[in-house]
């Protein structure tokens, strides 16, 4: 029998689905601490001082700033490097721009959807499989799981290439002999993200470095729109034409799309907002609103005037086209190669969280057991993702194919889904015939994102051989 979600309490039965209870054991990471990052008075003070100083003097705005900024930082992450290859190029400037805009406005209203039902039933629910599974049951409870983790297992990937990236990239501003090659420097990338995941044992222990990554990013945001802008005014006109043949222009115009809803999506959502102080429905609603107005702009820049600089030959790293002081440029490679390492860590946290729950990983992090638990463990989950990433080193494929295969399903197929499971007794036939609308269209959409995705994939596989310096 089916308990009544709406009118379930607190402390009561899980929902039950075909008379299987969903178990949702307790997470061994802290939750609704509100100590992200503003638990160092000194740290708050500098912090709103030199980055917010409009958020020092409204203190109350902190239970729900932390997680705008968590999800801010990720959409500004190293990633945003990438796009204006992955993303503008396939689309030209028409294409692009709609894309990049519509993709905003479609991320927003999906992400609401998710963050609406996070006390559903009168229970909160800090796992995104958590959510599925009290929806609808085991089934779903499971293939959320594997959804959710693939997504966060092909970001991570992609973030071990960008740091590898950057390595090379100061690497061959100051030696060009070739002697080192992308492959290595991402296995030295892998291993510097394996130290960091060992150092800090959970989601709210980033603390502080989160400011860090905020500071990183805005060095090589503001790096590359500056050198960007000052190539393009220097530079003759450029060639803004799609490139390729007809049917390429088709694949790869479907994967951009991918790449469009990537931008904008952690996977992760419920897991953010487990970190919120109550009331966690209008405070995340917040942290949403930050997130998708003034957390977008650099975002914007960087894309759009990286385009307008470099037209169709700009790079999907886009530190490899600018020009300028070699300090500068290594400056902001270093920063993201470093913001790489603690952005990996945060979408790299709810499998952290999963393991450490389900083998009673508890008390202090320097515990031997804690301890040896975190470097075996989360050192052979990096050794893998570090594998794949020298592998097979294809950004922009990489972005097109995690949209398509994880981002779409969980972001607007599931999220429309479920809200519309959950509130149909509520909800009039125009509305449940618009959320069937929204999970049949971007069901098309993940279908033929993935197929176009690896296309490429197996092109550039064709192309470049394994472990391929890139």
Aim: charged content about 10%; overall charge positive; glycine content about 8%.
């Amino acid at each position: 029998m089916e308990v009544e979600k709406d009118d379930a309490t607190p402390g009561g039965p899980l929902n039950i689905y075909n008379e299987l209870a969903i178990e949702v054991p307790e997470t061994a990471h802290k939750i609704s601490s509100g100590t992200f990052l503003f638990s160092y008075p000194g740290f708050r003070i500098i912090y709103c001082l030199l980055i917010h100083l409009f958020f020092f003097f409204f203190d109350h705005l902190d239970s729900w700033f932390q997680a705008g900024f968590v999800l801010t930082t990720g959409i500004n992450s190293a990633y945003v490097l990438g796009y204006s290859g992955a993303v503008m190029v396939p689309l030209g400037w028409v294409g692009g721009v709609v894309g990049l805009i519509l993709a905003t406005f479609i991320s927003l209203y999906a992400n609401i959807l998710i963050a609406k039902l996070h006390e559903f039933g009168g229970k909160r629910h800090i796992r995104y499989r958590d959510l599925a599974g009290f929806v609808y049951g085991p089934k779903a409870y499971s293939l959320t799981w594997v959804l959710q983790y693939v997504n966060l297992f092909m970001i991570n990937v992609g973030y071990i290439m960008l740091s590898g990236q950057a390595l090379k990239a100061i690497y061959i501003t100051f030696r060009d002999d070739n002697a080192m090659k992308l492959p290595y420097f991402i296995a030295i990338a892998g291993f510097t993200c394996g130290l960091f995941a060992i150092c800090i044992p959970h989601l709210s222990a980033l603390r502080i470095w989160l400011g860090v990554s905020t500071f990183l990013s805005l060095v090589y945001i503001v790096t590359a729109i500056s050198l960007s802008l000052r190539d393009g005014i220097k530079a003759p006109p450029r060639d803004y034409s799609i490139p390729g043949t007809h049917t390429s222009k088709i694949f790869t115009t479907i994967g951009a799309s991918a790449s469009l809803v990537f931008a904008f999506n952690t996977g992760m959502l419920p897991e953010i907002q487990a970190t919120v102080r109550p009331p966690v429905v209008s405070n995340m609603m917040k942290a949403l609103y930050f997130q998708f107005s003034v957390g977008v702009l650099p975002l914007y820049a960087v894309v759009f005037i990286g385009y307008w600089a470099y037209g169709n030959g700009a790079s999907s790293y886009l530190l490899n086209s600018v020009n300028g002081p070699v300090w500068v440029k290594t400056f902001a490679n270093i920063s993201a190669f470093l913001q790489s390492v603690i952005a990996l860590h945060i979408f790299a946290s709810p499998m952290y969280e999963y393991l450490d729950t389900a083998y009673g990983i508890k008390g202090s992090a320097l515990r031997f057991r804690n301890l040896s638990f975190r470097i075996m463990v989360r050192g052979g989950y990096i050794i893998i993702t570090t594998f794949v990433s020298a592998a097979l080193p294809f950004l922009g494929d990489f972005m097109s194919l995690t949209g398509a295969i994880s981002t779409f399903p969980l972001t607007f197929i599931l999220a429309n889904h479920m809200y519309l499971v959950a509130k149909k007794q509520k909800m009039n036939s125009l509305q449940k015939s618009w959320h069937w609308l929204n999970v049949s269209f971007f069901g098309l959409m993940a279908v033929a994102a993935s197929v176009a995705a690896l296309r490429l994939i197996v092109v550039h596989s064709n192309t470049y051989h394994i472990f391929a310096d890139m």
